[in-house]
């Protein structure tokens, strides 16, 4: 046919298309033979049958070319009853609006099978309602918050009891945590009170060795 | 035992016994808190690669030894014989050195203000590291979604989520911007945990810093461990620390250990002496001393292999997928397999390719990918934390856990210095007796930590990140070494080193030997003149400048230099001198004060001859 004849591979209308079969993969990757350029025009003549005013585009209006071990090649899509191939506008706008479809017919994704010079809509990030971030920092502040409001409750409490606490020893000594036991007027401190008083008034060597 | 004057031993407070540690390790772990922060993770790692790795170690044992131990003693021994805070503590020693406490609440005062701020930071870091992916992993999408916003294609994804989604900087300082409601938030939040944990005084701090002092450990050894296991990690190690002892010869490297040591224990703050002060009278507080120095060194070097380790694994990976574009570029110019191309076979594709066809090779603009390159790429303080650590947790498997891990180690290291800078500031307070009886502990340090909060909010503007890089840069160091200095110098030569000494023995038992003599009355005062003398002819040397991140700019992301405006400059100077003001001002006050007493004794006694 004249027209395949005249295609030239970096025409204007023409788009190269890269394949990273292996990358995507790997030990199941399968070989790109002409039943694969089949299927691949195919998705091609599909994509451009859903454009208004092209929907009796065939298989072989879609021509492959120049097929390298990349694998990469060229392609165009020709109206044979006009002799010209189509404006690269609309093929960009068919393969954009089918593009998972194509991918998915041969397992890869947009960055395995790239179509040089039509760029892919990226997919928005999934962003939850209600940032991550201010759900934690809520719960983070909430319990600091209450803590702090709990320990100066606690304090004021504390305070109130030191407050009325002297009151009461005198009537009770005994009811009292530390039991001062008075003698002769002389209060005589417990022998086992935390951590062991010093006798400033003896001093011996051994007393630095004493530990911790 | 030698009679001090000054304020009574038990604390001014009105006849409230002075509240005392728990037990040794409360105290022992608070002051390595307050000493071990921020500056053991990012700044140590950083000199020891830049100045020839292992080799480091040498100048930063020996300043540690000539003046960090010296000093860190003075503080605690005076803390601890005197039981008042830095103020009260400056005024017993001499009325006209009382300046140099004033001085320390002051300087205290300012790094508070902007050290939460790096914890505010911090915070929204960990906030952010429950999701996954993370998102500093990946670029936002421009507005027509066909590509990535252009600011964070032409630099980073990490850059730009520090610089654009955190930060939100402007590209000049004079250019403020308005107040980052996300940061704002997360302010308050740090400010709230610190008053939550310093509410009472060291009665709830002390719980408290059995979880921020020993957290950080625990996390440190986990990276350590995963760093390790880490493909390129032990290539990475042995690179920053192989030793090249000639960068022993540039006075520099000595400068900056004496620098980095000073700096690391903290000293001149006055946190260790209100630390110390709450101290039973009999303590060893030589050993203590010893023990926290070396604890802060050995945080330092364990730190910088969990770093190295991870940093090396950072290094491998960027050098692999260096190569990896490089394959791709030539596998998609000259159609050759998918895969066929690994990176051992890389070197011998590419020699044989330029020698077939080496104007197509050039064409290409291949990467130079050199290891080395990748590990020499170093950064210290927020851009190793923020950019380059969070870029080296992102290819980590199970990223996510690493990042709140990372966050969390950060935010505790950090609270425990905290707690030492506000008790710097608390103590000195209480013990001026600013508060009567009826205004609750509580109340206090609430105050404290409000008009700090308040203060801090400048930094939450958009231009806060050059702000508190003047702060960093210029309020703290200069003035803690001319309060080093004052305190080495008061407590030798005018407190004099025998009545210390006797001090000293009263505590410990025993007399300080011939090492403390020497260090306090020659060597630290020296080291310590020589290293405030070189740091003021370096500052004096540097412009003004700062590295401002302009998206206008040419050479974008690389960061334009620009020159501080008048009124900045006006500032930084203003932040240097400010401080160490309060040291001549409180000595001619008593000066003036001696002088008309001397004059009213004078008259009285007229009359009589």
Redesign the interface.
Known sequence: MSLKENFKPYGENAFKV??????ALGDNAYAWDTNEEYLFKAMVAFSMRKVPNRETTEISHVLVCNV?????FWFVVTDPLKNHTLPAVEVQTAIRMNRNRINGAFFLNDQTLEFLKI????A??TDPSVP??II??GV??CI??V??ML??LS?IRQ?RRMSKGPTEVDDSEDKCENTITIENGIPCDPLDTK?GH?NDAFMTED??LTP? | MACAPGPDPRGAGGGHERPSWDNRLQYLLSCIGFAVGLGNIWRFPYLCQTYGGGAFLIPYLVALVLEGIPLFHIELAIGQHLRTGSVGVWKAVSPYLGGVGLGCLTVSFLVSMYYNTVLTWVLWYFLNSFQNPLPWGSCPLDLNRTGFEAECQASSPVSYFWYRRTLNITADISDSGSIQWRLLACLAASWAVVYLCVIRGIESMGKAIYFTALFPYLVLTIFLIRGLSLPGAVKGLTYLFTPDVRILQSPRVWLDAATQIFFSLSLAFGGHIAFASYNPHRNNCEKDAVIISLVNSLTSLYASIAMFSVLGFKAANDHGRCLDRNILRLINAFELPDQSVNRDDYAAVLSHLNATQPERVARLCLETCRLEDFLDKSASGTGLAFIIFTEAILHMPGAPGWAVLFFGMLFTLGLSSMFGNMESIITPLLDMGVTHRFIPKEVLTGLACLVCFLSAICFTLQSGNYWLEIFDNYAAPLNLMVFAFFEVVGVAYVYGVQRFSDDVESMTGRRPGLYWQVTWKVVSPLLLLTIFVAYVVTLARTPLSYKAWDTQYVRFPTRQEKSYPGWVQAACVLLCFLPVLWVPAVALAQLLAAHRRKKDTGRDRCPKL
């Open positions: 890269r394949l990273s079969i292996r990358t390298t071990q990349r694998v990469s760029p892919s809509t990226l928005p990030p991550i971030w934690i920092f983070i502040f600091v918050i803590a702090v320990l100066i304090g305070r951590g010093i007393e630095r911790l």
